[in-house]
């Protein structure tokens, strides 16, 4: 089977169409937050933040990224195994990336363990108070989204670039009613 790699955007609209993804995306993960869909919303975050940590990585590698490559990898490639190491340099981003990795440990216990009795002592817990007990998990990923997305976007802004992600497609609240285009015009 052949590697597949994340491609780097800003050609053929690629940009725009994730840019718009996430907008959807993010939206979704907010509307399951409020609807108490926590797993759905964990799992979304999941995948807009392997995107945005594997778009700084491929940035300060210069080499392109492994789809198959999970999140825990991309950290462990952006900050070493124990905090030290990884090619990312800036302590901004390595606080925020460290953050995200303890944030994995409990996407990590939600995602895998939700449904698994373990031991006879946790074996009464009511199932729908288990799924009640992710909200934090949730909505903390959301913050360290929007953390490191705000990092991302001021770094590329004084490098006189964009991230995929601008204008706010993590904060809805700010968006204006145009599309993306319509900002860079």
């Not at 491609?7 to 940009?15: K, N, Q, R, T």
């Not at 995107?51 to 999140?71: A, E, F, P, T």
């Amino acid at each position: 089977m052949q590697k597949q790699y994340r491609d780097v955007g800003g050609h053929g609209g690629l940009g725009n169409r994730r840019y718009e993804r996430y907008c959807g995306a993010f939206d979704r993960v907010q509307h399951c937050v409020e609807a108490g869909y926590f797993l759905e919303a964990i799992a979304i975050l999941d995948s807009l933040i392997w995107d945005r940590l594997s778009s700084r990585l491929g940035y300060l590698s210069g080499k392109l990224i492994d789809v198959d490559k999970n999140l825990g990898t991309i950290c462990s490639q952006l900050v070493g195994d124990h905090g030290e190491g990884g090619c990312e340099h800036d302590s901004g981003f390595r606080d925020a990336v460290s953050t995200i990795r303890k944030w994995l440990e409990r996407r990590n216990t939600a995602v895998h363990a939700t449904a698994k009795v373990f031991r006879d002592d946790t074996s009464q817990e009511d199932f729908s108070a288990i799924l009640k007990s992710h909200k934090q998990t949730a909505q903390d990923g959301i913050r360290c989204l929007q953390s490191f997305d705000s990092l991302d976007t001021q770094s590329r802004q004084r490098a006189d670039r964009v991230p995929a992600s601008f204008p706010n497609a993590f904060f809805p609240e700010r968006r204006a009613g145009g599309s993306r285009l319509s900002v860079w015009r």
